[in-house]
């Protein structure tokens, strides 16, 4: 995959979490947040746009591929999702950033077979080093690893 598409599609994922943690957050529809998506935040910076909430260059059918996906696949993607959790820890526990990149990665090892295992978790180990200085990354690439050998079997 050339250097372009490699950061559109980090992009996208980094906006499929955003955009989850919206819809969780803020009760907001996927249709809708995929609008706002759309229509304000992709490619559409402002010149002197100071507060960064554009997110340019980003594979938007591939965010808009994510958003759908997790909403539509949301309880299989939770139970492999907890499965990897500690027992007696429950997903809502976690953190809602935590669970928007868990939801979207479990999403893509499960259903998106065009997109190597290992660039999936270390995408969303990178995320969540964006977000977290703590272990969230660590937790992320153990569950996302589990994840990946429960629905991806060699």
Request: net charge negative; no cysteine; charged share 30%.
């Amino acid at each position: 995959m050339n250097a372009p598409r490699k950061q559109a599609r980090s992009v996208a994922r980094l906006a499929a979490v955003q955009a989850l943690y919206q819809m969780e957050v803020a009760g907001a529809g996927v249709e809708a947040v995929i609008r706002e998506f759309a229509e304000h935040r992709f490619d559409r910076g402002i010149e002197g746009d100071a507060e960064g909430d554009t997110l340019a260059s980003a594979d938007e059918a591939f965010f808009a591929d994510l958003v759908r996906g997790v909403v539509a696949a949301q309880r299989e993607i939770d139970q492999a999702v907890i499965k990897r959790l500690a027992t007696g820890w429950r997903l809502e526990r976690l953190d809602a950033t935590v669970r928007a990149i868990l939801r979207s990665g479990a999403f893509e090892l499960a259903h998106r077979d065009d997109v190597p295992t290992e660039v999936v978790i270390n995408e969303y180990v990178d995320l969540a080093k964006s977000f977290f200085e703590g272990p969230e990354p660590g937790f992320v690439n153990g569950a996302l690893d589990g994840v990946a050998q429960d629905v991806r079997p060699e």
